[in-house]
């Protein structure tokens, strides 16, 4: 399965501005034909401005458009990233899902709210994970905070998922644990990891650290990037997952006995 990802760079509050960046940065990521595409966390408003319900699409419909009209042009699955997603009175950080007909087919809110920057106060939690399958390959999304929290990526793990994709506001600050949790968490589920993070300086104080990454089960980087705006792609032979569980089986090892 072949995937790019688009690092954004991200203008905070500007939505057509970041659409402008989209149309260009998906365009030249068909030159290589993928099979899905991925965005970054909040790719729509950045993250994020306040009153962040005032930026926030409305029941994502805008968004769902523009992405499900990309999917059917280019026949390409999307991973949409995140959004800020206006839902009656709440906002959530929505991550879509599109086919390649251009069909939604999963939409998952990200479930652990960052408290350090006070998104409980300004966002409302999921309450359910979700998985789907692309091309037939079983996948799931998580959010960039989602990322710190194992037991989420394990449950998902053992739904037997082969791909696991992260769109992320991450900061410049703690690259160090973007990128530790992000070969963590392939290596010790044994799966592809994914991951978008976006790039840019936001509202002059908030630094997005880029360094987008995809990975295979062993904790082997495919394709990574710096901080700056940039598009990677890598072919993901997914049949090498089960040679690595093959020769150390993890989940055959477990002991849920223990854990619970």
Same mark, same amino acid.
Request: charged fraction near 20%; include cysteine.
């Given at each position: 399965?072949?995937?790019? %990802? *688009?690092? =954004?760079?991200?203008?905070?509050?500007?939505?057509?501005?970041?659409?402008?960046?989209?149309? &260009? =940065?998906?365009?030249?990521?068909? &030159?290589?034909?993928?099979?899905?595409?991925?965005?970054?966390?909040?790719?729509?408003?950045?993250?994020?401005?306040?009153?962040?319900?005032?930026?926030?699409?409305?029941?994502? /419909?805008?968004?769902?458009?523009? *992405?499900?009209?990309?999917?059917?042009?280019?026949? %390409?699955? /999307?991973?949409?990233?995140?959004?800020?997603?206006?839902?009656?009175?709440? %906002?959530?950080?929505?991550?879509? !899902?599109?086919?390649?007909?251009?069909?939604?087919?999963?939409?998952?809110?990200?479930?652990?709210?960052?408290?350090?920057?006070?998104?409980?106060?300004?966002?409302?939690?999921?309450?359910?994970?979700?998985?789907?399958?692309?091309?037939?390959?079983?996948?799931?999304?998580?959010?960039?905070?989602?990322?710190?929290?194992?037991?989420?990526?394990?449950? +998902?793990?053992?739904?037997? /998922?082969?791909?696991?994709?992260?769109?992320?506001?991450?900061? !410049?600050?703690?690259?160090?644990?973007?990128?530790?949790?992000?070969?963590?968490?392939?290596?010790?589920?044994?799966l592809f990891i994914v991951a978008a993070n976006g790039s840019g300086? +936001?509202?002059?104080?908030?630094?997005?650290?880029?360094?987008?990454?995809?990975?295979?089960?062993?904790?082997?980087?495919?394709?990574?990037?710096?901080?700056?705006?940039?598009?990677?792609?890598?072919?993901?032979?997914?049949? !090498? @997952?089960?040679?690595? @569980?093959?020769? /150390?089986? %993890?989940?055959?090892?477990?002991?849920?006995?223990?854990?619970?």
């Amino acid at each position: 399965m072949k995937v790019s %990802v *688009l690092q =954004m760079q991200i203008i905070l509050g500007d939505f057509s501005a970041n659409t402008a960046t989209l149309y &260009s =940065m998906f365009e030249d990521a068909m &030159s290589k034909r993928p099979d899905v595409v991925l965005l970054p966390e909040l790719w729509n408003v950045g993250f994020y401005p306040k009153p962040v319900i005032n930026y926030a699409d409305s029941d994502g /419909i805008e968004t769902r458009k523009l *992405l499900g009209s990309l999917a059917s042009k280019y026949q %390409v699955n /999307i991973v949409g990233g995140s959004i800020a997603n206006r839902i009656g009175e709440h %906002v959530y950080n929505t991550n879509y !899902i599109f086919d390649r007909t251009g069909t939604l087919i999963s939409t998952y809110h990200k479930t652990h709210l960052f408290s350090p920057s006070g998104e409980k106060e300004d966002f409302t939690p999921g309450d359910t994970t979700h998985t789907y399958t692309l091309d037939g390959v079983k996948c799931a999304s998580v959010i960039c905070y989602d990322l710190r929290f194992p037991e989420l990526v394990r449950k +998902l793990a053992l739904d037997d /998922i082969a791909i696991l994709f992260v769109p992320a506001a991450w900061p !410049i600050e703690r690259l160090m644990h973007w990128q530790t949790l992000t070969r963590a968490r392939a290596i010790e589920n044994q799966l592809f990891i994914v991951a978008a993070n976006g790039s840019g300086i +936001l509202d002059n104080t908030f630094h997005l650290g880029g360094h987008s990454v995809i990975f295979d089960p062993w904790g082997e980087i495919l394709s990574s990037a710096n901080a700056d705006k940039t598009i990677l792609h890598a072919n993901l032979k997914l049949a !090498i @997952r089960s040679q690595i @569980r093959n020769s /150390i089986n %993890v989940f055959g090892d477990r002991r849920p006995e223990l854990y619970t």
